[in-house]
């Protein structure tokens, strides 16, 4: 092999720490040209950085006041750190080009992005509104990057909190690559997990608002009910454990403006809760204007989350996920273009809101814009940008090597059998009759060729067959855990609809949930009405899976709700468990508030052993997506539903393998739950359920077939 080609086989060399820090100083450029060139970092680099920027942020005020000048605002980055590179270096800045837009593309390779210089010059200033992790596969470029222009130009560079910056956000998962695991592959399981501690520490100092030209209100997502003023935020502690939570920071970090099918049906609200996120509130157009006339302010400059697509047409071609197993649901949003501008002041003729998102191609599938506003004095423009070339990354920053050993395995073992099935048929096979004519009397060309078809048909049913039997796989983890077909239990599938749904009555064990029913409800109630919202760290899947005895353990001892997750959707707000078994083992934190129910399912867990079992609440006007409960087969279990809280009309439905029943008070439904289901509430009010999953004994003589 060439030595320029054995060359860029080897590992990368780490950006060592005297690479970076010479004369004391933080050498952005070597950082720039390292991470440029993929390559790690040391992890005392990591250390030195976040060491050095604790003080420079901290002595920050909680609103920032940047005066008249030349003020570059960047909405979130969300970890693409080549399109990062291209914002310093290019956008917003004098081009060689007729077009509107700067366009980076084949022609123009990403190396020339990370060696340009970045320069800011003097009376220049750049805003960050957060959100500049989790997403692409760069976090820790992005964000040592960004900490390293700050001690270089601490009067230039301004970072602000963000949704990502906070703790109850990063444990999303399904369809972005977090902090906290490219801390983890860098730097050691146990590193990593210290180092994510510092990181949090870090980003409870950030500044959470700016005041850009005594013009501009700046933030990740807005306003809140409290806020009159930026004095309104001046004298709150932003290093709080629950900043982010609770109270005026995190309205300033999480609310959202109204939509307007919203403010239509809501005419005099000016917050409401933000249903969709489950934290914070959305505020209305009137909001805005009262908080604008009353600070003499233009407009409020937002950063923006990708996930809002309700203003798109619906999409129904698409699959599910990509082929890297990425889901589509960023697919289609109504910030393609890269900012957003909604309703303008009557007076000023200017949006009163303006959106923006900052990181173009988001997760490297979509087709979306990214965009920057610039403000001169009385001048603001909107700069639109494409893409920069980047390079290929893998899901969960995977090695090709480890991604492909799950399908060339399959396919390899396809293969084997087929050959060996050949050359051993079956005593019936009319290929091995034929060919022990041909050895007897030597056959016809016409035998031979016919013995050529067979043996090639006989290998293509054989594929098929084994194709077919993969389909019938389902797993988290590659192409494990066989599910349904005619392989589960050796029993063929029946001819016409299975059963899905069965009468209560067939459980007695059950019974005496339906009998104290109100007991169960009244606490149920109590539990909603407290509505605390848990901040949890939390990982793929929801009560099974490798991750679940960690989920559990961060769970157990706390009391609260915590929304679900979806893996081809991730985190539902509209959708929210409150825990109260697992396995036998009982959440001492609500067990604690709900000790009736608690007694009620101990008692049917000595007779009838209980799964997983808990409250479950569907906000207003919102829907459970279809999915299935793979813990189901190897358990063996059934879902049982207790209606606890629901809105009068047959408005809450339950739909399992196209068959749809209706939720009502005191009512029970028992189904399988590894058919595809999904849940609609379609009323005004919140709809509870006590769900139980209970395993099938022997003597339930029910017999389950799986499609």
């Not at 997502?221 to 454990?241: D, M, V």
């Not at 494990?480 to 064990?509: H, I, N, T, W």
């Not at 959707?569 to 001492?588: A, C, D, E, P, S």
Request: hydrophobic share 35%; proline share 5%; with cysteine.
């Amino acid at each position: 092999m060439p030595e320029e080609a054995a060359a860029h086989l080897r590992p990368r060399p780490e950006i060592k720490l005297n690479e970076v820090i010479k004369d004391d100083d933080i050498d952005t450029k070597s950082l720039q040209l390292g991470f440029g060139n993929q390559r790690k970092c040391e992890m005392s680099i990591f250390e030195e950085v976040l060491k050095r920027s604790m003080p420079v942020l901290e002595a920050e005020p909680n609103v920032l006041q940047l005066d008249k000048g030349i003020t570059k605002i960047v909405g979130p980055v969300r970890g693409q750190y080549f399109d990062l590179l291209n914002i310093l270096t290019r956008v917003g800045k004098p081009q060689k080009t007729t077009d509107d837009d700067v366009k980076l593309t084949a022609e123009t390779p990403f190396k020339n992005i990370y060696t340009d210089q970045i320069t800011i010059s003097e009376g220049e200033r750049i805003l960050f509104l957060g959100d500049m992790i989790d997403g692409g596969p760069s976090s820790i470029e992005v964000l040592l990057l960004l900490l390293s222009l700050k001690l270089r130009f601490p009067k230039q560079v301004f970072l602000l909190r963000g949704r990502r910056e906070s703790r109850f956000e990063w444990d999303e998962k399904g369809h972005s690559i977090l902090l906290s695991e490219q801390l983890r592959k860098w730097f050691g399981e146990g590193n990593g997990i210290r180092l994510f501690e510092v990181t949090c520490r870090l980003f409870s100092v950030l500044p959470v608002a700016a005041v850009v030209d005594q013009k501009y209100w700046c933030a990740s997502g807005g306003i809140g009910p409290g806020l009159t003023s930026p004095s309104s935020l001046s004298t709150l502690k932003r290093t709080a454990p629950d900043a982010t939570t609770t109270g005026l920071i995190s309205d300033v970090i999480w609310s959202d403006p109204m939509e307007d099918e919203d403010e239509e049906v809501q005419t005099t609200a000016l917050f409401l809760h933000n249903y969709e996120k489950g934290i914070s509130y959305t505020y209305s157009f009137n909001a805005v204007m009262q908080f604008l006339h009353s600070n003499n302010y233009h407009s409020i400059i937002r950063g923006v989350s990708f996930t809002d697509n309700r203003d798109m047409p619906l999409q129904v071609t698409k699959q599910s996920h990509n082929s890297c197993g990425r889901p589509w649901h960023y697919q289609y949003s109504c910030y393609d273009p890269g900012y957003r501008a909604h309703k303008r002041s009557p007076t000023k003729n200017f949006p009163v809101t303006l959106s923006l998102f900052s990181a173009p191609r988001f997760l490297s599938e979509n087709e979306n814009k990214g965009a920057i506003i610039i403000v001169d004095g009385s001048r603001i423009d909107i700069k639109q940008f494409t893409a920069a070339c980047r390079p290929f990354v893998l899901p969960k920053l995977a090695n090709a090597l480890s991604w492909s050993l799950p399908v060339v395995s399959y396919k390899a073992a396809s293969v084997a059998a087929a050959l060996w099935d050949v050359v051993n048929p079956t005593h019936d096979d009319p290929l091995r009759r034929l060919n022990e004519k041909m050895r007897k009397d030597g056959g016809s060309q016409q035998d031979r060729h016919r013995a050529k078809l067979l043996g090639f048909q006989k290998l293509c049913k054989l594929v098929k067959k084994r194709e077919r039997v993969r389909g019938n796989m389902m797993s988290t983890n590659g192409l494990s855990g066989l599910v349904g077909g005619s392989d589960l239990g050796g029993q063929p599938l029946p001819q016409g609809k299975p059963p899905v749904f069965y009468k209560s009555e067939q459980f007695e064990r059950l019974s005496v949930l339906k009998e104290c029913w109100k007991t169960i409800r009244d606490e149920a109630v109590a539990a909603w009405d407290k509505r605390k919202m848990l901040d949890l760290h939390r990982p793929t899947g929801a009560w099974v899976g490798s991750n679940a005895d960690e989920f559990i353990q961060h769970y157990i001892d706390q009391e609260g709700w915590i929304p679900s997750y979806q893996a081809k959707t991730g985190r539902n707000y509209n959708w929210l468990n409150y825990g109260l078994v697992h396995n036998g083992q009982v959440f001492k934190g609500n067990g604690a508030a709900c000790s009736g129910t608690i007694s009620l399912l101990q008692h049917v867990n000595k007779i009838a052993k209980i799964r997983v079992c808990g409250f479950s609440a569907m906000l207003p006007k919102s829907d459970i997506k279809p999915h299935r409960d793979q813990a189901g087969v190897v358990d063996n279990s059934l879902a049982y539903h207790l209606g606890l809280v629901v809105p009068e009309g047959n408005n809450c439905v339950l739909i399992v393998n196209d068959e749809v029943v209706t939720h009502a008070e005191g009512e029970t439904i028992v189904f399988d739950s590894t058919y595809t289901h999904s849940a609609e509430n379609n009323s005004d009010g919140v709809r509870i359920v006590l769900y139980v999953d209970f395993q099938l004994a022997d003597s339930d003589q029910i017999k389950r077939y799986y499609v």
